[in-house]
Every structure is written in structure tokens, then in C-alpha cells.
């Protein structure tokens, strides 16, 4: 299999401070990562896409200072929520790509619902 | 530019019924198409993709897909439908040139007992 795993799957913090999630792929390399944003009752919005050794890619609208993204080795991405206010609220998914797998295909993370008070 | 279009929020069918959940793509070059579930509070699964070969794709779960290349469709089908199929069903369409995936609006197929 191509097992992907988030943590934490819910946080809940106070407003203004910084939340941490993870992205891990448990049983293979992963180069890219992708990070989502969903909205209740919404499709998913592509957040930015994370580079195992370079910056990430952020995609139009989204701010890299808020939402900090770091691709350290072949099997962890993190993506941390800076300074943190109720808007940040979301359920944030992670997706990676398989190396030497280039059907396209992804594998996504449980997600992580972030809860800002 | 690529993209998937849903047409339906929402697709309500009996137990037991056949269901379809519609697809539409615009892509330049080959298409690579792809459909996922989701269920509540949970990530996204894969169900099955369409790169080349036989228009008729089997996935998981028995669900399948027919790419018609003329109609630019990629419905996914399953000849009987079950209580816990009720999902979010997103179809998507890979970028070649960013390996990102464009996703669909999503479709809530509700099935009733």
C-alpha cells in the first residue's frame, strides 16, 4: 500500500497561536506533497505544493508567512498555521506523490480539522 | 487550462438501484482522470483512474468508470448501489506540467434504504 498519515486529526487552539500539522508517507518517498484547504460542504482548494529540499509553491491568494510550509525529508511535510485567528478554521488535507509512480495519482492523509477559539 | 466539472451537488438513489455520478473534462493532450471518495471528516481515497487502454475502468468497491472521449465524459457507475456508498464523490484531472490534480466541485450521492 501507500499509506499517508496527518497528525494531529483535530486541534484546537486560542487565537494567535501557531499550530503545526504533519504529513507523513509511512511506507514510501515522497518528493512532492500537496496541501489543501476544504470548506464545509466545499471541494478542496490547493493551498501549495511542498518540495522535498526547496521552498514550497504557494498558490495565487494564499499567504506563505501565515501558512508555513517545510518539505525536510523524503517523508515529512509540515504545514504551520502562524499567529492563528477563527478564520484559520478549516480541515486542512495533505496528498503525496509517489516517486517512480507517475500515473498522476495521489495519496491523501486522514486530514486535520484546525479549530481556531 | 485543465479542468473537471460536476454538473450535480447532490445524487439521491434507492439501495439496490444503479447509480451514476457525472464527470465532464477539458484538457489539452491525453487526459489522466481520476476518481476519489470521501467520507465525513476523513481524507480523500482513490477509486480508480483512466491513463490509456479500455474506455470501461473497474475500481474499488465495484465502482467503475467509462471514458468517453467524444462526449469529454468520465462518469463512475456502480451497478448497485449501497447504504454505505453515501459519500463525497470527487472526479479530477492531473496537470501534467505541475503533477497538481484539479478537482472537481464534488458530488454527495445519498443512498436510501
Known amino acids: 500500500g501507500a499509506v499517508v498519515s496527518q497528525h494531529p486529526s483535530r486541534v484546537i487552539c486560542k487565537s494567535g497561536t501557531s499550530v503545526k500539522i504533519e504529513c507523513r508517507s509511512l511506507?514510501?518517498?515522497?518528493?512532492?506533497m500537496f496541501w489543501y484547504r476544504q470548506f464545509p460542504k466545499q471541494s478542496l482548494m490547493l493551498m501549495a505544493t511542498?518540495?522535498?529540499?526547496?521552498?514550497?509553491?504557494?498558490e495565487q491568494g494564499v499567504e506563505k508567512d501565515k501558512f508555513l510550509i517545510n518539505h525536510a525529508s523524503l517523508t515529512l511535510s509540515t504545514l504551520t498555521v502562524t499567529s492563528a485567528h477563527p478564520e484559520d478554521s478549516s480541515f486542512y488535507i495533505c496528498?503525496?506523490?509517489?516517486?517512480?509512480?507517475?500515473?498522476?495519482?495521489?495519496?491523501f492523509g486522514e486530514g486535520s480539522r484546525l479549530t481556531v477559539l | 487550462a485543465q479542468s473537471v466539472a460536476q454538473p450535480e451537488d447532490q445524487v439521491n438513489v434507492a439501495e439496490g438501484n444503479p447509480l451514476t455520478v457525472k464527470c465532464t473534462y477539458s484538457?489539452?493532450?491525453?487526459?489522466?482522470l481520476f476518481w476519489y471518495v470521501q467520507y465525513p471528516n476523513r481524507g480523500l481515497q482513490f477509486l480508480l483512474k483512466?491513463?490509456?487502454?479500455?474506455?470501461l475502468v473497474k475500481g474499488s468497491y465495484g465502482f467503475e468508470a467509462e471514458f468517453n472521449k467524444s462526449q469529454t465524459s468520465f462518469h463512475l457507475k456502480k451497478p448497485s448501489a449501497l447504504v454505505s456508498d453515501s459519500a463525497l464523490y470527487f472526479c479530477?484531472?492531473?496537470?501534467?506540467?505541475?503533477?497538481?490534480?484539479?478537482f472537481g466541485t464534488g458530488t454527495r450521492l445519498q443512498v436510501f434504504p
Open positions: 479530477a484531472v492531473r496537470d501534467i506540467k505541475t503533477d497538481k490534480l484539479i
Open positions: 483512466y491513463i490509456t487502454g479500455d474506455n
Open positions: 496528498s503525496a506523490k509517489k516517486v517512480g509512480l507517475d500515473t498522476g495519482e495521489l495519496f
Open positions: 511506507d514510501f518517498q515522497a518528493t512532492t
Open positions: 511542498s518540495n522535498e529540499g526547496s521552498k514550497a509553491t504557494y
Open positions: 484538457v489539452s493532450g491525453n487526459p489522466y
